[in-house]
DNA sequence: GCCAACGTTGGC
DNA sequence: GCCAACGTTGGC
């Protein structure tokens, strides 16, 4: 089993509304790194569901893969922001996956608390400048920050 | 809202 | 294939 980090926006896309819809459509990414993790991405994968551009950044929850890479629909939809013309039924360059909603923080493991512990020297988030939004993450980091989340109320 | 750090685009 | 210009991300 493989453990990731996905970034987005509560603003647009936060852990309570994959609360509520159990499942999430993960369809909007337009980077090739992040894309190419997500071909990577095997079903029972965990997810480390971390929220950027707010108040309080930081990991708020788990999540699960609940289904592999698929061609992301958006990009053959001319009505949709995120249409590319350049891709082709026969050869997606898009990916989509989906994420089953497992468990939602107390508290926030957030971003700051990340980067003044030494355990987690290495882990791509707290490198500056790194914006990619689908990432890999060490086992012993998953672990840690689940023990974390649950150390908090 | 600022801006550093990237990624992408396109002229050459 | 180089690289300047431009766009985007995302912490602060």
Same mark, same amino acid.
């Given at each position: 089993?493989?453990?990731?980090?996905?970034?987005?926006?509560?603003?647009?896309?936060?852990?309570?509304?994959?609360?509520?819809?159990?499942?999430?459509?993960?369809?909007?990414?337009?980077?090739?790194?992040?894309?190419?993790?997500?071909?990577?991405?095997?079903?029972?994968?965990?997810?480390?569901?971390?929220?950027?551009?707010?108040?309080?950044?930081?990991?708020?929850?788990?999540?699960?893969?609940?289904?592999?890479?698929?061609?992301?629909?958006?990009?053959?939809?001319?009505?949709?922001?995120?249409?590319?013309?350049?891709?082709?039924?026969?050869?997606?360059?898009?990916?989509?996956?989906?994420? @089953?909603? $497992?468990?939602?923080?107390?508290? &926030? #493991?957030?971003?700051?608390?990340? *980067?003044?512990?030494?355990?987690?020297?290495?882990?791509?988030?707290?490198? @500056?400048? $790194?914006?990619?939004?689908?990432? &890999? #993450?060490?086992?012993?980091?998953? *672990?840690?920050?689940?023990?974390?989340?649950?150390?908090?109320?």
């Amino acid at each position: 089993m493989k453990y990731w980090l996905m970034k987005s926006e509560p603003s647009c896309y936060g852990i309570d509304d994959l609360k509520r819809d159990r499942v999430g459509v993960w369809d909007d990414v337009r980077n090739y790194q992040a894309r190419n993790f997500m071909r990577d991405m095997k079903k029972g994968d965990r997810v480390l569901f971390y929220h950027s551009s707010t108040d309080v950044i930081g990991i708020v929850g788990i999540g699960e893969i609940s289904k592999e890479a698929y061609p992301d629909p958006t990009q053959f939809d001319k009505t949709s922001y995120k249409y590319d013309a350049k891709s082709t039924e026969v050869n997606p360059r898009w990916s989509s996956i989906n994420l @089953r909603f $497992m468990t939602k923080f107390k508290a &926030p #493991v957030t971003l700051q608390e990340l *980067k003044l512990d030494p355990f987690f020297e290495g882990m791509l988030v707290i490198k @500056r400048g $790194m914006r990619l939004s689908v990432q &890999p #993450v060490h086992e012993k980091h998953f *672990k840690k920050i689940l023990e974390l989340s649950t150390a908090e109320s």
